[in-house]
């Protein structure tokens, strides 16, 4: 039986499609304030949005509000004045009988009821939320993902009020026109690579998506032009998540590139208990300071945050243990503590650069010691997780502790992985510890995450909140989730703008096995038991299949004397830093491999090698 | 050269000009298409360069002897001193540098 084979349309496309729709039965009815066009999830992806059309007779300013349970559970958000209005409703509660308020600005008003059905599927999403109306407001604590949990957020009463039903992992940010800017939702090279970035709006609309050839992962970072700094790194060489791009906001385009090695050296950096010569800096956040016109990268796999001059690409200084680095280093780069109670950061995320010029992170404190220092690694049992503040003096090198939170908690609050702290204002900041693992005998857990679950051990997550030292907010979910973010669904910015998204920016080319397997062609079809599947799109495909485990596997694509070759690993490789964990498969024989279509052009034939034999699929690619 | 060889065999041969051992296991996908690209690794260098491959699972000894931990894995050795290692499965190029490197 020849491979099951089906085109995916680019979510964007998807969403042209019901946009033109809606706009068309719009167009078609007449609808009012009294009997509104109501689509709900009408961008596909946000399952507790819609979007109300109607027209008044008059030019006139609407305000929509998502009623809540409870009064102080209202969201709502007033358009500017106009004759037909298309306005998005964000904020819906699952499972209810939602009631949004439609008011003309002193004119008539409607309660229309939305229906949500159950969009978590009885799943159980939260524990608690323990924090108050007066504090959180009309903000929601949104959680992204880094498992099989997808993006939610909370109100103050605990309630989901916004959620996505499609992978966007990694960070989530509200840029300063409203729109959000978060991970793309397909994932071009395992373990969690993805296309780029989306531009979104809350209500589920994508604007842009931003392909990376590099591809994304764990950050990004608008710039005050706009311009938008992202993690990527490049797929063809041997190492990974080493690099970072400026792309131009409007276009896509790569702008500038700073890659890790122009600064540190693979082979003399001190590594963290995590390291691996693959993965040498494990790059997990990038932060650009004004002041300094610099930026801070975190390297989860150094142990350390490290800052470089903007313009130059040379290094400032770096914030760590400087145990096991090159003396001439630390004596140029490294801080010295002072003052009382410095610890340093272990496997740290989410580097900030206050605007006074202090620096925190959530210090996972995995491990508790560099490589060097190995017999005295920290079990998970004895491990603890921070926020963390230094101060530092890049006069006189010196680095001071003055603010940590969680250490006190004790493995309760521990993640040695992912993560992150916001700072909103002096002594007001999130720490939100996000990847909480116990084994299955609920005993802290050794293995991150993904694995610990695939283990039947539990994940948690637990976000807090702190103002003066005072915990305002303790939000407590199961599941890992990669970071936290407070903000409104409702932006004085854009909300929703209409017209189809755009893709911008390009695709890398994918790396190819240049080494032949000599072997002819069978004329046989690949076996039913390796259930395989290609998913296409217009700029890539995807190739599903099952193998066992050791078996030699190669995918080609030929067309003529044309081949194009792609090795398929079929080893269980022990990754020592999975971020996220969305895209594992708890079958370790199940393979997803990702071939741009950047290089590629005319129609190739899908074969596949296994072993010593050249299987047909009956499927073909176009380019 | 390219053979299958035993600790013995190893022992005799690994101590002269240099030598490119592969420890690899027959349970391994990287390890056979391997296999492949260091055939065309011995097309580059013919007599120059000894391959020795080094079954992992079948040499206990050598593999700790050498703090070998997975394979595949490939040990550049020069008159029996290591010079080189690659974890994982490589491509030609990278193989090909290494050794012209340290010829």
């Not at chain 1, 037909?84 to 939602?98: A, E, F, M, R």
């Not at chain 2, 390219?2 to 190893?10: D, I, R």
Request: proline share 4%; net charge negative.
């Amino acid at each position: 039986m020849a491979v099951n084979y089906s085109f995916d349309e680019h979510l964007i496309d998807k969403q042209a499609k019901a946009e033109e729709e809606m706009l068309k039965k719009f167009e078609a009815g007449h609808y009012t304030i009294q009997d509104p066009l109501v689509v709900y999830n009408a961008y596909l992806i946000n399952p507790l949005s819609a979007v109300v059309c109607f027209e008044t007779e008059e030019e006139v300013a609407v305000t929509v509000t998502v009623l809540g349970k409870t009064p102080q559970g209202n969201m709502g958000h007033t358009f500017p004045k106009a004759k037909k209005h298309v306005l998005p409703i964000v904020g819906l509660y699952s499972d209810y009988q939602n009631k949004v308020e439609i008011r003309a600005y002193r004119g008539e008003s409607n309660v229309i009821t939305i229906d949500v059905p159950d969009v978590f599927d009885g799943k159980k999403v939260i524990y608690s939320m323990d924090t108050t109306p007066e504090y959180l407001q009309d903000n929601v604590i949104l959680v992204s993902p880094a498992g099989e949990d997808l993006a939610v957020a909370f109100d103050y009463a605990g309630d989901a009020r916004w959620h996505m039903n499609v992978p966007c992992v990694f960070d989530v940010k509200r840029l300063r026109n409203g729109n959000l800017i978060m991970g793309s939702s397909r994932v071009i090279q395992m373990p969690y690579y993805m296309s780029g970035l989306y531009e979104i709006s809350p209500c589920g609309k994508i604007y842009k998506e931003f392909r990376v050839p590099g591809g994304y992962h764990h950050d990004e970072f608008e710039m005050e032009d706009g311009n938008i700094l992202c993690l990527t790194e490049d797929l063809r060489s041997e190492t990974v998540e080493d690099m970072c791009v400026l792309l131009d906001r409007n276009t896509g385009e790569i702008l500038k590139t700073w890659d890790y090695k122009h600064f540190l050296n693979p082979e003399t950096v001190s590594h963290s208990g995590s390291w691996s010569a693959h993965d040498w800096f494990h790059n997990n956040a990038v932060w650009y300071d004004k002041n300094t016109n610099s930026l801070t990268f975190s390297g989860r796999h150094v142990d350390a945050m490290v800052n470089i001059d903007f313009e130059t690409g040379d290094l400032n200084w770096i914030i760590g243990d400087p145990a096991g680095w090159p003396q001439d280093m630390v004596d140029k780069y490294f801080f010295k503590p002072v003052g009382n109670n410095f610890e340093w950061q272990y496997e740290q995320h989410a580097c900030v650069v206050t605007p006074s010029g202090d620096v925190m992170c959530f210090d996972n404190h995995h491990y508790g010691h560099k490589e060097v220092e190995r017999d005295q690694f920290l079990p998970a049992k004895d491990s603890y997780s921070r926020g963390v503040r230094y101060k530092i003096n890049t006069k006189d090198m010196t680095i001071e502790q003055v603010w940590q939170y969680g250490k006190d908690r004790g493995a309760e609050f521990f993640s040695p992985y992912i993560c992150n702290v916001e700072y909103y204002n002096e002594g007001h900041y999130m720490v939100h510890s996000g990847g909480i693992a116990y084994d299955a005998d609920g005993n802290p857990s050794e293995a991150l995450g993904a694995f610990a679950k695939n283990n039947g051990g539990q994940l948690e997550s637990i976000t807090v909140e702190i103002c003066d030292n005072k915990k305002m907010l303790d939000l407590h979910v199961p599941g890992n989730y990669y970071r936290g973010e407070k903000l409104k669904l409702y932006s004085d910015g854009i909300n929703l703008e209409l017209g189809k998204g755009q893709i911008l920016g390009q695709m890398g080319v994918t790396k190819e096995f240049e080494t032949e397997i000599p072997l002819e062609n069978s004329g046989e079809m690949l076996p039913d038991s390796c259930n395989a599947r290609v998913e296409d799109e217009i700029d890539r495909f995807t190739f599903f299949s099952r193998f066992e485990k050791g078996q030699l596997v190669m995918l080609l694509l030929e067309q003529g004397e044309e081949v194009h070759r792609y090795f398929i690993s079929t080893t269980a490789v022990p990754f020592l830093a999975m971020c996220c964990g969305t895209f594992l498969d708890s079958d370790e024989r199940n393979t997803r491999t990702s071939i741009n279509k950047n290089g590629l052009k005319g129609t190739y034939d899908l074969r596949v090698i296994v072993d010593d034999k050249k299987y047909e699929t009956g499927v073909q690619i176009t380019c | 050269m390219l053979k299958e060889v035993n600790s013995a065999e190893f022992k005799e041969l690994a101590g002269k000009g240099l030598v490119l051992a592969d420890f690899f296991s027959t349970t391994c996908g990287p390890c056979k298409m391997l296999s492949f690209v260091l055939k065309d690794v011995e097309k580059e260098f013919g007599d120059d360069l000894a391959i020795l491959k080094v079954d992992f699972d079948q040499n206990k000894e050598l593999t700790a002897e050498y703090g070998v931990s997975g394979y595949p894995t490939l040990i550049l050795l020069k008159d029996g001193a290591e010079v080189g290692r690659l974890q994982g499965l490589q491509q030609k190029p990278v193989i090909v540098k290494l050794v012209q490197d340290n010829k």
